[in-house]
């Protein structure tokens, strides 16, 4: 399967007051927790999409850099981008967010193992509960005409909005699944840090 891990990790973390990806868990930067679930569960190709004001600050030689060609667009904008210029060898892009510090590479290994080849499948996106979690998805090539066309719309862009126009096979997760934790405030870090 020709499939790239990418960590989006340019986000503004203005209700956390600071970088949250670089906090520190376990001895790792919050990042460095979804660069290793990819490398560990058997994806080779592994990068970072950030923009130019913190790239420099990711140290880590298991995963490339990428640089965001328009700042704080959001994920949608994100995968066209990744999938149309900046990763245009892969079939599939598994993207995960730089703010989850417990995802493991067991999570990403039963993601994978929902990708077969020939399919029909688009995407493949977890649901936690009832709630989508479209930023521990995997996306096809196939995805990239109505990404296109959402982005043309210049609306939301939304990521369930694209989930309305491709073929998405959902894969059921406990509501309690400690990989979706995201960290948005200092106090959610508080509350979590010992992966309750």
Known sequence: MNIAGVVLA??????YGRPKMFEIYNGKAFYEHSVEAFSEAGICDVFILSNES???AFQTEKAGIL??????KGPLYALYHVLDEQLPGYDWVFLLAADVPFVSPAFVKRMKNH???????QACIPISGEKFQPLHGIYHRSCLPALKEIINRNRSLSMKELFQEINVHYVNF???EKAFININRPEDWENNKEGK
């Open 54 to 56: 913190l790239a420099p």
């Open 115 to 121: 990708i077969v080849e020939p399919s029909p499948i």
């Open 67 to 72: 640089i965001e060609k328009e700042m704080h």
């Open 174 to 176: 406990a509501p309690e």
């Open 10 to 15: 340019g986000g503004k973390s203005s209700r």
